[in-house]
């Protein structure tokens, strides 16, 4: 209010404000807080007239709209935060080549290059075979294969002689062992 303002001009704006605040509250009830634009730009001429008239100052009248000028503002700061997450932590979600797979029980998976890719997983599969390995052979295919075999304790001195003529590592303290046989480029 302004200095000077009569107190029967107080009396009556604060019994207008309360008014308008009770009907308001009362058609909001039942209304479900959905206001109609015709109820929107009513509000507005009156919180004008009222401003311009120095019954209200722009604080409080900016009050009751502030809710819907924040939920636009967290929705976009949300965004901004996922945004910012997936672009620090999502290249790491996603790989674009292909890394060689790491063994957690043996060593590492030997590969050999040959010109023939069945002779060579042949002789390598008798050898180990007779040595007495359990022994398995699986298509990559590109005319690749794995040789995958478990030597058992007492044998791995047999398979690793076994192996050295063909240029293969003897199996680990596990007794497990994993050729990769490729054609040569």
Excluded: C, Y
């Amino acid at each position: 209010p302004r200095a000077g303002t009569p107190p029967a001009t107080l009396a009556e704006a604060t019994a207008v404000r309360d008014a308008l605040r009770a009907a308001h509250a009362q058609r909001t009830a039942a209304a479900g807080d959905r206001a109609t634009s015709e109820e929107q730009q009513s509000l507005q001429r009156l919180l004008f007239r009222l401003r311009r008239e120095g019954l209200i100052d722009g604080k409080q009248a900016d009050a009751a709209h502030a809710r819907h000028r924040r939920v636009p503002m967290a929705v976009a700061a949300a965004v901004l935060t996922l945004g910012l997450a997936i672009t620090l932590v999502g290249p790491g979600l996603w790989h674009g080549g292909e890394e060689e797979p790491v063994l957690r029980s043996g060593g590492a998976v030997q590969v050999i290059e040959s010109d023939d890719v069945a002779a060579t997983v042949l002789k390598i599969e008798t050898a180990l075979k007779a040595a007495g390995a359990a022994v398995a052979v699986t298509d990559l295919g590109n005319g690749a294969r794995e040789v995958a075999a478990t030597v058992p304790a007492e044998r791995r001195d047999a398979a690793a002689a076994a192996l050295a003529p063909l240029g293969i590592q003897p199996p680990g303290p596990d007794g497990a062992l994993r050729i990769e046989v490729r054609a040569k480029p």
